[in-house]
């Protein structure tokens, strides 16, 4: 007799209306989620090209909503099934010590991307030097930073508050080369503007190139420099490119230089 009041208690519970609506805060809860993933993260955040900054921005915007909408849903289901729930808020003082302990590493990684963020560290579509190694960023959000290696093409998933050290590469490169000074300056510079020109017609990636002129003269020659701008992610294409472009022109001049390196 008392098991079958205990299974008739048990039905009686599940079909009460406290679980009902609770069932349905979970399943309108779990489509939100999916909402916010599948379409604001993947279909409206990172998808506005030349808008990196507002696409960060977005990216951080739909992660801390996704917590948001859980802790809702949390509150709502505790208050159908007759928790106190305002007795709950008012010691939200000790339950925030108490979960600020357990969720510590989480709040370092929301409180670094918030800093990230704000002093623009970086943003989605940078290049950045990250343990050595040149990384695109591809997605960045309240906790992680997903960066893909431009030399490998591995990608990472590294939380924030480990983006201590981060090198932002700019699109700026200079690329120098060494002549011996026998070498016409005049032939040289004729030279090294006629590259310019043609590394900016025959790629869409560089943005623009000039003669810069001398950089420095040494015991062992002039060193002379160009400045080209591309997107940092494409550069090391450039460069070759760059290199390619040179060796023709300096054949075209009948010069050749001693030795050559990229800087950046």
Sequence with gaps: ??????????????ASKPFLISLIIVGVTGLLLYIIKQYLIK??????????HKNT??????????YVVVIIAIVMILHQHGVNVTRILAGLGIMATIIGL???????DIIAGISIYNYNFYKVGDLIRYNGEECDVKYFS???????????????????????SVEKIKDNRIQKFLFDFEIDRQVIQECLQDVCETIKK??????????????EISDRGVIYAIRYRCPAHRSELVRMKLMDVSYD?????GIRPKISSAYR
């Design 142 to 164: 309240a906790r992680v930073t997903k960066l893909q290696s431009i030399q490998t093409n591995s990608t990472y998933t590294v939380n924030n508050s480990l983006m201590t």
């Design 202 to 215: 025959e790629t869409n990636y560089c943005k623009d190139a000039f003669y810069e002129g001398i950089q």
């Design 1 to 14: 007799m008392n098991e079958t009041q205990e299974i008739g208690n048990d039905i009686k519970y599940f």
């Design 57 to 66: 921005f977005y990216g951080v915007i739909f992660n801390i909503l996704q």
């Design 249 to 253: 022109k300096f054949k075209e001049h």
């Design 43 to 52: 279909k409206v955040a990172y998808t506005t090209k030349g808008e990196q």
């Design 102 to 108: 357990a969720l510590q590493d989480t709040l370092k």
